[in-house]
């Protein structure tokens, strides 16, 4: 009688497994199915996104993120209905629950599609120096969610891609070559002519700065008080464009100096050309009045 559990256990044992193998074996045969698949076309997918001139980083993301997990998901969800799991229900949980996750995290979200377009339309790349949100630095890391600079004062910036896609951008590399612009007021009295050859003079010496194409000065505007004169400049190094309009404008200042040139200070000039004799009366009896008393 104790022989007969036993025996009865390893019968229902035995059928368990004949019926369960099958499944079990399938299942595997899936994931390997769908593993070959994944090492066969990744490199090939790589390759035609790369043709396409697609950016490194949207290249990873799009392979070794996005398509990866499709593929992974797509197998697991093969293997489990080999199994007899009821992958319906779990995927219905599975939407119910990623709709609750992106009403929460909708910046997120945002910020990550903002990543994509980034990566899609490639304003900038890494290495780029460039200005947004009042930022100025070089990009360090591209990520899906943010952008990362190093400014000039070697601080690191991260910035959401949302705000970046939503606001002016200046890429100060893309071109290679790059002016540099400085602003110098002269007076009135002085000629155009010699302050350009004085400031000319001044920015060719400045280190940094491009002989072809050669610096110019050209007049901007006639102000309050100064004529409003850009020194323009050339540099072959974006990274260089602080430092050397730093360097230029403290240039054109000792130069405008030593040639006499004067920058004025902003002033009002002040022209009376008509006043009746009872102001003059009254003005000479403010004057008199303390006199007279003393």
């Known amino acids: 009688m104790d022989k007969l559990p036993r025996s009865f256990d390893?019968?229902?044992?035995?059928?368990?497994?004949?019926?369960?193998?099958?499944?079990?074996?399938?299942?595997?045969?899936?994931?390997?199915?769908?593993?070959?698949?994944?090492?066969?076309?990744?490199?090939?997918?790589?390759?035609?996104?790369?043709?396409?001139?697609?950016?490194?980083?949207?290249?990873?993301?799009?392979?070794?993120?996005?398509?990866?997990?499709?593929?992974?998901?797509?197998g697991l969800?093969?293997?489990?209905?080999?199994?007899?799991?009821?992958?319906?229900?779990?995927?219905?949980?599975?939407?119910?629950?990623?709709?609750?996750?992106?009403?929460?995290?909708?910046?997120?979200?945002?910020?990550?599609?903002?990543?994509?377009?980034?990566?899609?339309?490639?304003?900038?790349?890494?290495?780029?120096?460039?200005?947004?949100?009042?930022?100025?630095?070089?990009?360090?890391?591209?990520?899906?969610?943010?952008?990362?600079?190093r400014t000039n004062d070697n601080t690191f910036v991260v910035i959401p891609n949302r705000q970046i896609i939503g606001d002016t951008l200046v890429n100060h590399?893309?071109?290679?070559?790059?002016?540099?612009?400085?602003?110098?007021?002269?007076?009135?009295?002085?000629?155009?002519?010699?302050?350009?050859?004085?400031?000319?003079?001044?920015?060719?010496?400045?280190d940094g700065v491009m002989k072809l194409p050669a610096p110019d000065v050209v007049t901007d505007a006639l102000g309050d008080s100064s004529v409003n004169l850009l020194v323009r400049v050339w540099i072959d190094d974006a990274s260089l464009e602080k430092p050397i309009g730093f360097r230029v404008l403290e240039a054109c200042k000792v130069a405008l100096d030593e040639a006499g040139i004067q920058i004025p200070f902003p002033h009002r000039q002040l022209i009376i050309e008509h006043v009746e004799d009872r102001v003059w009366s009254s003005a000479a009896t403010l004057v008199s009045g303390p006199r007279e008393q003393a």
């Open 10 to 74: 390893a019968v229902q044992v035995q059928a368990a497994l004949l019926v369960i193998a099958p499944k079990v074996v399938a299942a595997l045969v899936v994931v390997l199915f769908f593993w070959l698949l994944l090492r066969i076309t990744r490199q090939p997918f790589r390759s035609a996104l790369r043709r396409a001139h697609f950016a490194d980083g949207l290249t990873k993301l799009l392979v070794d993120g996005l398509y990866r997990g499709i593929i992974v998901l797509l």
């Open 77 to 149: 969800v093969m293997a489990a209905s080999q199994l007899g799991i009821n992958v319906s229900a779990l995927l219905a949980g599975v939407g119910v629950a990623s709709i609750a996750l992106g009403f929460a995290a909708q910046e997120t979200v945002a910020n990550m599609i903002s990543g994509f377009l980034i990566f899609w339309d490639r304003p900038f790349q890494i290495g780029d120096y460039i200005t947004t949100q009042t930022r100025y630095g070089e990009v360090r890391e591209i990520t899906l969610r943010t952008t990362r600079i």
């Open 173 to 206: 590399s893309m071109y290679g070559e790059t002016r540099v612009i400085i602003h110098v007021g002269i007076a009135y009295r002085e000629r155009i002519a010699h302050a350009r050859e004085v400031l000319l003079a001044a920015a060719a010496q400045v």
